[in-house]
């Protein structure tokens, strides 16, 4: 049973700490996605990659975020330094963007900055 | 900025009885998809409608699309406790290469 998993699912740290958040995608998909869902914003899409080169990254705050993609296997979201505001539900989301873009997500991980 | 908007934001209605979602949209796509959102979980894909299509049914789900509108619907007919969650529509624009755009969502609450 193929299923996009992401870790931490949980994680609470204090303003200005590092955080990594960790997406393994469904093997043999060639896109990914990281998204951002609050209450007040709903969901946003952050940023994505396809065959692990970042298509569009618009959606993150350039100066603390990154998004990565070491290997086909591994996406990584970070944030550096932390803040209160930063206080969502992160998703993680894979597809294979040639099967009219139906999109798998992760369970997500909740994010508390303090 | 968000393609898809869900109308109405919340509905609540009894277990068994229809529940109706629309959404509507800007752009030309290719298709448009809903997913649905349990609490505390990941959106999950539910049925996909190809722009060239104005009905399809999966189960107890019932998708129209009109393109001339430019509105979609999403009908769960005889409903259950169990589908209390949030639905959302996502479209798939025909300019290539962009990725789906998510509305906002409508929560269903399915009351025994």
């Known amino acids: 049973d193929a299923r996009v998993t992401q870790t931490p699912r949980h994680k609470v740290t204090e303003m200005g700490q590092e955080v990594t958040m960790r997406c393994q995608p469904i093997l043999g998909h060639n896109t990914v996605f990281w998204y951002r869902q609050t209450m007040m914003q709903g969901l946003e899409l952050l940023a994505y990659?396809?065959?692990?080169?970042?298509?569009?990254d618009s959606g993150m705050p350039k100066d603390r975020f990154s998004a990565e993609m070491p290997d086909a296997t591994l996406a990584t979201l970070k944030i550096q330094p932390s803040e209160p505001r930063d206080s969502a539900v992160y998703f993680c989301a894979s597809g294979e963007w040639d099967r009219e873009n139906e999109q798998f997500f992760g369970p997500g991980t909740r994010l508390t900055v303090l | 900025s968000q393609q898809g908007e869900e109308d109405p934001q919340a509905l609540s209605i009894q277990e068994g009885e229809n529940a109706t979602m629309n959404c509507s949209y800007k752009t030309s796509i290719n298709n448009l998809q809903w997913y649905r959102q349990n609490s505390g979980r990941g959106l999950v894909h539910l049925i996909l409608i190809r722009s060239n299509e104005r009905e399809k049914h999966s189960g107890r789900l019932r998708v129209t699309l009109d393109t001339s509108k430019k509105s979609s619907s999403l009908l769960i007919t005889a409903s259950r406790a169990a589908d209390t969650a949030s639905y959302f529509c996502?479209?798939?624009?025909?300019?290539?290469?962009?990725?789906?755009?998510f509305g906002k969502g409508t929560r269903l609450s399915v009351i025994a």
């Open positions: 990659f396809r065959n692990r080169a970042p298509l569009d």
């Open positions: 996502a479209t798939d624009s025909n300019s290539g290469n962009t990725p789906l755009v």
